[in-house]
């Protein structure tokens, strides 16, 4: 029998308790916390449940819920929606394709959560459209991303100088395999206390439904093996591409499909990175590459 979330903001039936959801939001509803679970495993959950406890102990609290992109912005909202009990105009989404003088007039109203893109709250700050004081908790989705010049890390900064009891947390589902970027993140983030799941631990095994696989081999039509070849032959062209230009250093017969995802969120993470124009379009012919 499944057994549901009872919490005074979330509503009755809606929300599945599990074990290490509650565990992981106890914690950072108390302290800046870098949350890293594997996709599907429900951080935007931790992240409502979290945004409950603040709202609930704190009545004139307000909550800032940032993600790279609009439709993942959009996306967060429709969680928290679902989850919590919210009115309507207690959530506000600014992106921007929402007019300045709109964006000012919304962040001095009533509105308990926002949601919003880094690049225009980082804009807002600049400008003073927008203070932190009252902000009781900033989430920062995607915060693998809080490196170096990416809007991430000035708005952290600012939140921590201007917020009274300020309360970071960041979620993410590949922090990267680079210690040295994962504790600049850490740095970046006032990051006090790491929590990191994957589908083997104790607490989150019971909720993971195990999956069956039968093999079966088939042989391939001439007209496959054709267009395979064709395939190989597009392939073999960009990775003797990006072998010569220095973007991957394996020679080309030994690279696997995650040295060329790893490439890739290097290649997007230098471009967020890079000031230099004329550095962008040798960036992005590495990326479409």
Same mark, same amino acid.
């Given at each position: 029998?499944?057994?549901?979330?009872?919490?005074?903001?979330?509503?009755?039936?809606?929300?599945?308790?599990?074990?290490?959801?509650?565990?992981?939001?106890?914690?950072?509803?108390?302290? +800046?916390?870098?949350?890293?679970?594997?996709?599907?495993? #429900?951080?935007?959950? &931790?992240?409502?449940?979290?945004?409950? +406890? %603040?709202? /609930?102990?704190? @009545?004139?609290?307000?909550? *800032?819920?940032?993600?790279?992109?609009?439709?993942?912005?959009?996306?967060?909202?429709?969680?928290?929606?679902?989850?919590?009990?919210?009115?309507?105009?207690?959530?506000?989404?600014?992106? #921007?394709?929402?007019?300045?003088?709109?964006?000012?007039?919304? =962040? !001095?109203?009533?509105?308990?959560?926002?949601?919003?893109?880094?690049?225009? $709250? @980082?804009?807002?700050?600049?400008?003073?459209?927008?203070?932190?004081?009252?902000?009781?908790?900033?989430?920062?989705?995607?915060?693998?991303?809080?490196?170096?010049? /990416?809007?991430?890390?000035?708005?952290?900064?600012?939140?921590?100088?201007?917020?009274?009891?300020?309360? %970071?947390?960041?979620?993410?589902?590949?922090?990267?395999?680079?210690?040295? @970027?994962?504790?600049?993140?850490?740095?970046?983030?006032? &990051?006090?206390?790491?929590?990191?799941?994957?589908?083997?631990?104790?607490?989150?095994?019971?909720? &993971? !439904?195990? %999956?069956?696989?039968? =093999?079966?081999? $088939?042989?391939?039509?001439?007209?496959?093996?054709?267009?395979?070849?064709?395939?190989? #032959?597009?392939?073999?062209?960009?990775?003797? =591409?990006?072998?010569?230009?220095?973007?991957?250093?394996?020679?080309?017969? /030994?690279?696997? @499909?995650?040295?060329?995802?790893?490439?890739?969120?290097?290649?997007?993470?230098?471009?967020?990175?890079?000031?230099?124009?004329?550095?962008?379009?040798? *960036?992005?012919?590495?990326? $479409? +590459?």
């Amino acid at each position: 029998m499944l057994e549901y979330v009872e919490h005074p903001l979330v509503w009755p039936g809606r929300v599945e308790f599990r074990l290490y959801q509650k565990r992981i939001a106890d914690v950072a509803s108390e302290r +800046n916390t870098l949350v890293i679970l594997p996709t599907a495993l #429900g951080k935007t959950v &931790i992240s409502a449940l979290v945004a409950a +406890n %603040i709202l /609930y102990s704190y @009545r004139d609290a307000k909550v *800032l819920v940032m993600a790279p992109t609009r439709p993942l912005v959009a996306q967060h909202r429709e969680t928290f929606l679902k989850m919590l009990k919210l009115r309507e105009n207690d959530t506000v989404v600014l992106t #921007g394709m929402t007019a300045a003088e709109q964006r000012t007039i919304f =962040w !001095q109203g009533d509105a308990r959560i926002y949601f919003s893109t880094p690049q225009v $709250v @980082r804009n807002d700050l600049l400008e003073g459209r927008l203070n932190l004081e009252r902000f009781m908790l900033l989430v920062f989705d995607e915060c693998h991303r809080a490196v170096k010049e /990416y809007a991430y890390t000035d708005i952290a900064r600012t939140y921590v100088s201007q917020a009274r009891y300020p309360l %970071i947390l960041g979620m993410t589902a590949s922090p990267g395999s680079d210690v040295k @970027r994962v504790e600049e993140v850490c740095r970046n983030l006032y &990051i006090e206390r790491v929590e990191f799941r994957t589908e083997a631990d104790p607490d989150v095994k019971p909720y &993971i !439904q195990p %999956i069956e696989v039968e =093999w079966k081999q $088939v042989n391939l039509p001439r007209e496959y093996l054709e267009i395979r070849e064709h395939i190989r #032959g597009m392939l073999d062209r960009r990775l003797n =591409w990006l072998f010569s230009n220095g973007i991957i250093r394996r020679r080309p017969e /030994y690279v696997t @499909r995650r040295c060329l995802i790893e490439a890739g969120e290097e290649l997007r993470y230098l471009l967020e990175a890079e000031s230099v124009e004329e550095e962008h379009g040798r *960036l992005f012919t590495a990326i $479409v +590459n």
